[in-house]
């Protein structure tokens, strides 16, 4: 027989607020890699014209100023997420987000 029982304010819970910023942040980071990568596979491998070689670099300077405002973003998130403790106790949550664990009850 199960019955529920609150958690103590004590145990420690992985912290909502911390775990969306960690995810906002992986995001980006995937985003910046991807331009990156693609910073990387741009080459100019055909004949060379002032009309090709213009919108070559100009392709690069806009990925390169991208990845830039990227890289910022993402220095701001990493630091916002420093700033949000990783771990909060159930006594800190509001009760609707507090869990409860079921406890198997023993028959003596």
């Not at 980071?29 to 014209?49: A, D, Q, T, Y």
């Amino acid at each position: 027989m199960y019955c529920l029982n609150k958690y103590i304010a004590l145990d420690l819970e992985l912290n909502s607020y911390w775990k969306d910023e960690n995810e906002n942040n992986d995001i980006e980071v995937s985003k910046l890699n991807r331009k990156k990568g693609k910073f990387g596979e741009i080459m100019m491998i055909e004949e060379i014209f002032p009309g090709k070689i213009e919108a070559y670099e100009q392709k690069k300077s806009e990925l390169h100023e991208e990845i830039i405002n990227l890289e910022l973003f993402v220095k701001e998130l990493k630091a916002e997420r420093k700033k949000t403790s990783k771990h909060t106790t159930m006594g800190d949550l509001p009760e609707e987000e507090r869990f409860r664990r079921l406890v198997q009850r023993v028959n003596t």
